[in-house]
Each structure stands twice: as C-alpha cells, then as structure tokens.
C-alpha cells in the first residue's frame, strides 16, 4: 500500500475498536438469474443475497436504467437514536414493506414507498436481560414470516404483517457467538451461519473455544435440523504469557451469508480464520447437502491463518504465534459466495479477505480460476473484498477495501478477466462532508457490491454512495451522506461510511442505503437508512 505503515496499523486498530465496540454492544441488460423467493414478487428484495444464488441482481427492475439513474434523488430518511454501534442491517423489501434492524435493539417494518413505520419489535420483548443486542444480518422475507439474527446468537421469526413474535431460538452455545450471517430460506428450512468477537478480547481473557458453525432450522418452528461444526472442540493446551488459559482449536466463523444451488440441493458458505491453533475448516469454501449437512467438498485456500487483534498489538508473539511463521494473516472468506453458470458449466466464486477472487467448479470443487484483485495486507486482511460480489447472468462485479484506493472491478465470469475497474473517485475525501475529516476518511469499499440492469451499485467509506456503468465502469451518480437528515420518524440523523456487512437494495425503483459504519464521522446524532427513487 501507499500509506505509510503508521497508518496502516492505525487504521487497522481503528476498525478493532470498532469490533471490541460490537462486542460491547452485542453482550449490459440482464436475464434472470434465479426465481424469486417463496412469498415474494417479482421486483422484490427478499433477502441478503437477492436470491437462493446469491447474485445481488435484480433482473426485474425496469425503471432505473443507465439512462436516467443520474436523476435518483432522496425520497426518505429514517434515523437512528446514537448508540455508538453500526448500521448493519441490509433491509429486505417485499410486498411493499421495507424489514430491518437498527443499531438500537429494535426491528423494523416500514412502507418502503413513505417510510412510514408498519410496526416495532424489541429484541428486549423475549428476554429482558438482551439489553444490548442489536440485530446485525439482513432478514430474510419468505411465506409470510421475517427472520433475522442477533448479537446474543439468537435466530427470531416474526409474522410479516404484525410483527408478531412466531418464535425465537438461541443458537449459540458460546456466549461470544453472534449472527453477522444472513438467514436463507429454501425449502421449509433457514440456513445461517455464526461468528464470534471472542478473538477481539485482551490478554486477561482466556482464549479461545469459540466454534463456528452453520445451522438448518425449521422454519415453521425454529428447531435444530442440522448443524456443521467448521472446527474441532477445543481443549485447553496450557496458558497465555498472561497466566490466562490457552484453548486450542478455535475460531472458522461464519461471517457470510449461504447460497444454495436450487439444481442439486447444494449449500455454499465460507469461513473465517483460526483464533487459535490450526486445524478445521478455516478459510475454506465449504459445499455441503442442504437436506442433511453433509460434505459434497471443500476446498481450503489458505495454508494456515491463526488470528486475533492481539496480534496487531506490541509485543504480540507471545499472544500470537503467527507472527513467527507469517501465518498470522485474516484472510478469512467473509464474503457470500456466488453461483453462476460460465463456459457450459456451473461455477461457485466467492472474495476472500487476501484480495483473491476464486472459482471452482461448483459439482467438483476443482478450480477454475483465480484473480488477485485486492492488495494483501497480512494481520488484518482489510484490504481484500470483504462481503460480497454480484453477478448480473453477464459478468461479475465485485470491490476491494483499503486498496489504496477501492476499486470496483468486472469480471467475465469463465476466466476472470478484468473487463474494467474503476477506482474510488481520488476526490471523495476532497469533497462532501468527508473533506472536514481528512483523518477519518479513506477511499475504500466497504459493502457487498449490487446490480440491476445496467448498473452497479457500491458505496465508499468516504461517505459516499454511487451507480457504476456495468458496460464501462464509468461512474453515473453519486450521493453524499455525510450531512443531516429529516427523519420521518421524527429524529436527526446523520451519514457515515456507506455500510459494510450488506450493500445497497434495488427494488421496485427505490434503493434503500445503510450509512452507519466506520470511519463515524463526528456528530450528535444517530445514523440514517436512505431511500432513493426518480
């Protein structure tokens, strides 16, 4: 990278804090690429990944177009109280409503049109003692229900018109485990992964037992169909310099979202990093039968990656070993996978926090193909694509993070061939609100990219959202966030850094914007979702 490396170990402690603070909080014209999911209509948006595929294209929306997407304006804003925690939430719009959560504990039901609130639920309403828990996934809309997760590990149903608790379950066995996976529905059942801010504790703290793992619920009921655990159970292997237990295995968290492959019954998911030790399913791509969780393959494309943030800290060896072997990277898959078809065969692609974009033969396993687009950066990984690519049934897109700059590129999908990148504008931290913070701001891409015909979506931590040409790159519209906004909920809120976790949401000529994540541009107020129409 450019920067100089003071400021690269000060921008990767900034984003730690960030997640220590989560941990606080927690206690070219497209076809169709999949089917709408059961309950939806055509032009909806009823979950994180857009569809069972996960290719975040609309196909079906019709009004904006590269022509005319340069007129989008703001239609609504609703703002968040100020909790200090992100906006994480990726909404899902389906028959008209708009279902998210806030960084304030509670879930959300709105008229996707006005912005008018439907109806409120509290997380605290199941269990008073949730103070704290936040929801940090996307929901998922199918057969009249919402579903969700939270910081606590707890996977909740509502009824889409009500708001009615259905039912809730705790997933998490460890109480560090969290949902930052989106919730699929295919077949009767919800598929969601867990992760864990265990690796973010100090030296005191024992470390580490957390597991991760992927889970088949009823949908109906919420009970445990299957569950696939990505590391072994940890055993204690002595003390830290600390005097603090030392655990070994540990970590491989779900951080994504799952796709499934209609065609063959086939689940797609990645994983994180080791916390501790090195064994399981770390840094892998894992197939497995969506029916029962069984293996089909997995391919692991990392040697050895044993993480946490003590590792970024002075005099870390101690607390982590990587450091010796150059093991001690994050390359972790945080980003949902893709499946799509290329070359008369079915792919499955998926980012991963090095900067690689891989892909494998989706029935095999064997690869493909594989494109460095991102810049490594070893003990953080903040420099590779972090949550998410689309795919339009034409080419790939996808955007990389603290590359010195971000760089949206496309991707012909049979060989990986750059077709274009388009680097974040050189004036986002010049311009707009961010130009007041030259040392907060960075030009650096944070969400999971989006598509509909024509366009591509993607927002900068440079608090700036904008519509990308799919033919050319060229940028056709931007937005800047870091200012205030009316609520119609009747609360000031203000912009941030264009949310990680999830991307923009395309649906019925709207696109709804989550702006609450780091860097935080200084204000008094809590963090917005926009919506823009023509």
């Excluded at 279902?99 to 605290?124: H, M, Q, V």
């Amino acid at each position: 990278m450019a920067a100089d490396s003071r400021g690269v170990i000060k921008m990767r402690r900034a984003l730690f804090r960030l997640f220590v603070l989560i941990g606080a909080v927690l206690p070219l014209m497209a076809v169709s690429v999949t089917p709408t999911l059961a309950g939806s209509r055509d032009g909806d948006w009823p979950t994180w990944q857009g569809d069972t595929k996960g290719s975040r294209h609309n196909a079906a929306e019709r009004r904006i177009t590269p022509a005319n997407v340069g007129k989008l304006k703001l239609k609504w804003a609703f703002a968040y109280p100020k909790t200090g925690a992100p906006a994480k939430s990726q909404p899902a719009v389906v028959d008209g409503g708009i279902y998210f959560g806030g960084p304030d504990g509670k879930f959300y039901a709105l008229d996707a049109r006005t912005g008018a609130t439907r109806w409120t639920f509290e997380l605290t309403s199941v269990d008073p003692a949730a103070g704290g828990a936040i929801v940090l996934d996307g929901p998922a809309v199918a057969r009249g229900k919402v579903y969700f997760g939270d910081s606590r590990g707890y996977v909740y149903a509502l009824d889409q018109r009500t708001g009615r608790l259905r039912w809730a379950k705790d997933t998490e066995t460890h109480p560090a485990g969290i949902h930052t996976s989106s919730p699929l529905y295919y077949r009767g059942k919800i598929y969601i992964g867990a992760s864990s801010g265990e690796n973010t504790g100090d030296a005191a703290t024992p470390c580490c037992t957390f597991r991760g793992h992927i889970d088949a619920l009823d949908a109906d009921t919420g009970a445990l169909t299957w569950r696939y655990w990505t590391v072994p159970e940890p055993v204690q292997v002595g003390t830290w310099p600390s005097g603090a237990a030392r655990f070994e295995p540990s970590g491989a968290g779900v951080w994504s979202s799952p796709v499934i492959d209609p065609a063959t019954g086939t689940l797609y998911v990645g994983t994180g990093q080791n916390y501790t030790g090195s064994a399981g399913d770390f840094d892998s791509l894992l197939a497995l039968d969506a029916r029962n969780g069984s293996v089909r393959w997995k391919q692991q494309v990392t040697r050895a990656d044993t993480w946490r943030s003590l590792c970024n800290e002075p005099d870390a060896e101690g607390f982590c070993p990587g450091l010796r072997d150059g093991s001690a990277l994050d390359y972790d898959i945080g980003a949902t996978p893709n499946i799509f078809r290329a070359g008369g065969r079915t792919l499955v692609g998926v980012g991963q926090k090095s900067g690689v974009y891989h892909a494998f033969d989706a029935r095999t396993g064997t690869v493909a193909w594989r494109r460095q687009l991102g810049v490594p950066l070893p003990s953080g990984g903040i420099s590779g694509l972090q949550w998410g690519s689309s795919y339009d049934g034409h080419r790939l897109y996808a955007a990389s993070y603290f590359a010195d700059p971000g760089t949206v590129f496309a991707l012909e999908p049979a060989t990986g061939q750059v077709l274009w990148q388009t680097p974040n504008p050189a004036d986002g931290c010049t311009t707009g609100g961010a130009a007041a913070h030259p040392d907060l701001c960075a030009l650096a891409h944070t969400p999971a990219v989006t598509s509909s015909p024509g366009v591509v979506w993607e927002g900068s931590t440079d608090g700036k959202m904008r519509a990308y040409s799919a033919r050319t790159g060229k940028v056709l519209w931007q937005f800047d966030t870091v200012r205030e906004f009316a609520g119609v909920n009747g609360l000031t809120g203000y912009g941030a850094s264009i949310s990680g976790s999830g991307g923009a949401v395309v649906a019925n000529g709207m696109v709804y914007v989550q702006a609450g994540y780091y860097p935080f541009y200084p204000s008094d107020h809590g963090n917005v979702l926009l919506a823009f129409g023509l």
